[in-house]
């Protein structure tokens, strides 16, 4: 990896393992619970928006 230096990472590399240590940490689970509660949002913005037309 080039992009390495002195012990750096990209933001990528970041993203990778933060995301992976999450999971490791909270399980399966917690994507599902936060996947509900960030689709009810979005129905719930969206019938809002209806109600506003």
């Known amino acids: 990896m080039s ?3 002195k012990g ?3 933001v ?3 993203g990778r ?3 992976e240590k999450t999971a490791e940490r909270h399980g399966p689970e917690f994507y599902s619970e936060i996947g509900h509660k960030g689709g ?3 129905k719930r ?3 809002e928006g ?3 037309e």
């Open 3 to 5: 992009d390495r230096r």
């Open 8 to 10: 750096k990472m990209t």
């Open 12 to 14: 990528g590399e970041a």
């Open 17 to 19: 393992l933060g995301g």
């Open 40 to 42: 009810q949002k979005v």
């Open 45 to 47: 913005l969206i019938e």
């Open 50 to 52: 209806k109600e506003l």
